[in-house]
Structures are given as structure tokens and as C-alpha cells.
């Protein structure tokens, strides 16, 4: 096993962005650990499809490591796997709340801090988070205090993470896309947060 190539991990990875960042991977001869809770297994060799929910602490570390076995390291993690629950304020439900804790919150702090893990003893690593414009540029008609409340606290994590790893050799970014639908995932308006370390 070759382990000089360079290998990113992408939770979300069927749909939309998460499917283009697969893509986009590929074309660079990136190996990729793929995501989500009900993904398909890959035709392509070097794409390890892995499926459970991030929000399960065991789920994120059995994710890692099967991608270790497979490939022997992680150059990248991105954070692609999130939900957007647009209601007015007062009719998120107890379960809204709970869906959006999980997967933005549990699911971004259990995968993050268990490839983190391995970064740190490769002494090298990059770790993208997506969160949301929609935290500093709310929209009248889009709702989205979760998304603002579970985003915006990725945000900050982001700008902390990003000063604790500079000098370990680990980057750490945020980007914030603006509305990117199902049919249409072109990313506009697309801004990083945290500290550019390199």
C-alpha cells in the first residue's frame, strides 16, 4: 500500500456539495473516506464508503479508523454533513432542536476531534468545516436561528482550533456558502473564517 497519496475524508459526501468534494478529490488523486448515514459502498478502489451517523462517538472513531487501515492516514477532513431546518422560532419542535444539535454540533465535535487525533501524530493536517453565511447575513423570509445557533458555534470552534493547531502543522478553515439547494449546488458567496496558517 502506496501511503504518499494523500487521502480526505468527507462527511455528507453522496449529495450536493459532499458528491462534488468527492469528485473534486478524485480528480486530484486524493483516496477518500466517504460518509453518510445511509451511503452506498463505491465502485471506485479509492473510495472507502463508510456509513453511520457522526453524532455517535463510536461511529466517528470506527470511521477513522477503517480509513486508516485502508488508506494509512488523513491529510483532510471537511465537515460537509449538516442539517437546515427553516421554521419561524416559535415552531421548532423539541426534536428540530435535538436533530440540529446532533448532526451540526455532536456529529462536526466527535469526527473533528477523532482526525484530529491522527493529525497530530502525522505532524501535518487540514480540517474544513461548512457552516453558513446566513450566521453573520440573515435573510428576511429564511428563517434560521438553528442553523445560526449550531452553525455560528462551529464558527467560533473553527477560530479556536485554527490558533491551537497553527504550530502543530495542522490548518484549520470555515467556509460559509450562501443558499446552495439540492438542484443546484454551485456554492455562491462562498467566504473562510479562521486563521489562514499556512
Known amino acids: 500500500m502506496n501511503n504518499e497519496r494523500k487521502v480526505a475524508m468527507v462527511t455528507g459526501a453522496p449529495h450536493g456539495i459532499g458528491a ?13 473516506i466517504a460518509n453518510s448515514r445511509s451511503i452506498k459502498p463505491s465502485s471506485d478502489p479509492d473510495v472507502l464508503a463508510i456509513p453511520g451517523d457522526i453524532a455517535d462517538r463510536a461511529v466517528a472513531e470506527r470511521i477513522v479508523r477503517e480509513g486508516l487501515a485502508k488508506f494509512g492516514r488523513i491529510d ?3 465537515n460537509n454533513a449538516g442539517v437546515f431546518i427553516a421554521k419561524p422560532f416559535t415552531q ?8 440540529a444539535l446532533s448532526v451540526n454540533v455532536a456529529g462536526f465535535f466527535h469526527i473533528t476531534q477523532a482526525a484530529l487525533a491522527e493529525m497530530e501524530k502525522q505532524g501535518s493536517g487540514h480540517v474544513v468545516t461548512i457552516t453558513t453565511s446566513l450566521v453573520d447575513n440573515a435573510i428576511d423570509g429564511v428563517p434560521s436561528v ?21 504550530k502543530r502543522g495542522i490548518r484549520v478553515n470555515a467556509v460559509s456558502p450562501g443558499f446552495a439547494s439540492a ?8 467566504a473562510a473564517s479562521g486563521r489562514p496558517n499556512g
Open 20 to 32: 462534488g468534494l468527492v469528485q473534486a478529490f478524485r480528480d486530484r488523486d486524493y483516496r477518500v
Open 146 to 166: 438553528l442553523a445560526s445557533l449550531t452553525k455560528g458555534g462551529l464558527n467560533a470552534a473553527t477560530k479556536s482550533l485554527a490558533i491551537e493547531y497553527a
Open 76 to 78: 483532510t477532513l471537511f
Open 92 to 99: 421548532y419542535t423539541n426534536e428540530d432542536y435535538a436533530k
Open 183 to 190: 438542484r443546484d449546488s454551485r456554492v455562491a458567496g462562498c
